[in-house]
């Protein structure tokens, strides 16, 4: 295999996100989606997050292997410095160190932007054994300097069962008391200032 590249995704990459996305919903309680929404939904979705924060592919070669990105935590301004994060990765590229690269690729990013705080909201089985979903998600954000925060019970219903979910943090900036303003990620790329967060 090709080195593997990070790079910002653009909509054009939504079938290849679309197909690493796809096994999750239908098959995995990783995410609480039912149904696999469309190449232009989910072209939208990367459109949307690109104004405002990083959204990453990794690639080699002409093969798309994982992505990762953020999204606002809350809307209201107050929230501004705060962020939820996300990850997915093909199935077949788990535990190669990927989702390390690629996380810590988003991390300098938001870093350049201001952020502050990083969460994750992560599906958590409600005992061991679960068909459809395991503690390597919280297990990857755990080694990735995230803690436990909040556990909400059984929260989420899918394929017959309910599933908690687990907040988890990582304090990314030094909380200064006049914090700078958050540049949007849109800003970073026009200024050709992304490149050198990505290497």
């Not at 309680?29 to 690109?50: D, H, K, M, N, W």
């Not at 954000?141 to 943090?169: I, P, S």
């Amino acid at each position: 295999m090709e080195a593997v590249t990070i790079r910002p995704a653009a909509p054009e990459d939504a079938p290849a996100l679309l197909a690493i996305y796809t096994p999750y919903v239908r098959e995995t309680a990783v995410t609480f989606e039912y149904e696999v929404p469309t190449p232009e939904e989910f072209a939208g979705r990367i459109r949307r997050t690109l104004e405002r924060y990083p959204y990453l592919t990794a690639q080699s070669g002409d093969e798309v292997l994982g992505y990762a990105c953020a999204g606002a935590f809350k809307e209201r301004a107050a929230y501004d410095w705060s962020v939820e994060t996300t990850i997915y990765l093909r199935q077949d590229q788990r535990g190669r160190g990927l989702g390390r690269a690629l996380y810590q690729a988003l991390e300098r990013c938001l870093a350049a932007q201001h952020i502050q705080n990083l969460n994750a909201c992560i599906a958590d089985p409600a005992q061991a054994g679960d068909p459809y979903l395991t503690g390597a998600s919280a297990a990857f954000h755990a080694r990735m300097g995230y803690q436990l925060v909040g556990r909400f019970h059984k929260c989420g219903y899918k394929f017959g069962r309910w599933y908690d979910m687990v907040w988890m943090e990582k304090i990314l900036g030094t909380h200064p008391e006049r914090p700078p303003e958050v540049i949007p990620f849109s800003e970073l790329l026009e200024r050709g200032a992304v490149l050198e967060l990505l290497r």
